[in-house]
């Protein structure tokens, strides 16, 4: 099976894999960044418990993030690369490796807006029940079902999609999707249809990029083992949170403006009525 894997993902590779880049070794940061609703995380190191990710949280090889009915996820690799995991949704951390990063679709869906790769050995795959996808960077969705997997490309960005058991990888292009089922033979690429209704989440996925290139803060190994620590911890004092700021949602610049904007005409209304305050009799008399 091995063997396999790794036959497909040099094919895959090959597909998108652009010309006179340089390598870039090392290990990704990737991290849970938000998340709403009932999100939990079995760990490596804790495999039979089910922690609730309520701060944001390294992930490690092995991880497996779990996201309830109504809920979601939103995790960030490198502050620079941002994913959404969708409601009833499983996703296994297999490799953090730069050159062959590994997520495992196990079940439900994932949408992501992924910054193009700069060196040939940094290659981005997702393993489903019957595909495996290889990403060089690009806005797109996956959708892991029984007996079926569902990938489609967004408005930017190629995609290589092959079987799981070594079947001939094609290439989607923007507006194109493509399924693989139990055949394990991917369907010719055809317009984007089945993940239409979600390319209404796109914008947001793309400011929280925005967002995290410019906010994003490295951690220390030992600061991340602490974190990761605190979730098998039953008696953790309350989580912080996640780090949200206006920029996450819309330009820092147009808040301040407004700020600044219904600062000055309340000072402006505040002097006015200082200079129109009626006289005080008493005081005169």
Same mark, same amino acid.
């Not at 951390?93 to 992501?112: C, D, H, P, V, Y």
């Given at each position: 099976m091995a063997d396999i894997l790794m036959s497909l993902f040099l094919g895959l590779a090959f597909l998108v894999m652009p010309l006179g880049a340089e390598s870039l070794p090392g290990v990704r940061d990737l991290r849970v960044t938000d998340a709403s609703g009932q999100v939990t995380v079995k760990t490596a190191e804790n495999p039979k418990q089910a922690a609730v990710v309520d701060e944001e949280t390294p992930l490690a090889e092995e991880d497996l993030l779990v996201t309830g009915p109504k809920s979601g996820a939103e995790i960030t690799m490198d502050g620079e690369s941002v994913f959404k995991l969708q409601p009833g949704s499983s996703l296994?951390?297999?490799?953090?490796?730069?050159?062959?990063?590994?997520?495992? !679709?196990?079940?439900?869906?994932?949408?992501?807006k992924v910054k193009p790769a700069t060196g040939p050995d940094q290659g981005l795959y997702i393993k489903m029940p019957t595909a495996v996808v290889a990403i060089r960077g690009t806005e797109f969705a996956v959708e892991s079902g029984v007996g079926i997997s569902q990938v489609g490309v967004f408005d930017e960005g190629h995609v290589a999609v092959g079987g799981l058991w070594g079947h001939a990888a094609l290439k989607l292009?923007?507006?194109?999707?493509?399924?693989?089922?139990r055949s394990n033979v991917p369907e010719p690429p055809h317009e984007l249809t089945y993940?239409?209704?979600?390319?209404?989440? !796109?914008?947001?996925?793309?400011?929280?990029?925005?967002?995290?290139?410019?906010?994003?803060?490295?951690?220390?190994?030992?600061?991340?083992?602490?974190l990761r620590r605190r979730l098998a911890d039953p008696h953790r004092?309350?989580?912080?949170?996640?780090?949200?700021?206006?920029?996450?949602?819309?330009?820092?610049?147009?808040?301040?403006?407004?700020?600044?904007?219904?600062?000055?005409s309340s000072t402006s209304r505040r002097s006015r009525l200082k200079r129109h305050k009626p006289v005080n009799q008493n005081q005169n008399n």
């Open positions: 296994r951390i297999k490799s953090l490796s730069r050159q062959n990063t590994l997520f495992e !679709m196990t079940q439900g869906t994932m949408l992501a292009s923007p507006h194109q999707e493509t399924k693989v089922t993940f239409r209704p979600l390319k209404t989440q !796109m914008p947001r996925l793309r400011n929280r990029a925005v967002f995290w290139r410019a906010h994003w803060r490295p951690i220390s190994n030992a600061g991340k083992q602490g004092s309350k989580s912080p949170g996640f780090y949200r700021l206006p920029a996450a949602h819309r330009p820092i610049r147009r808040t301040l403006q407004r700020h600044h904007s219904h600062a000055k």
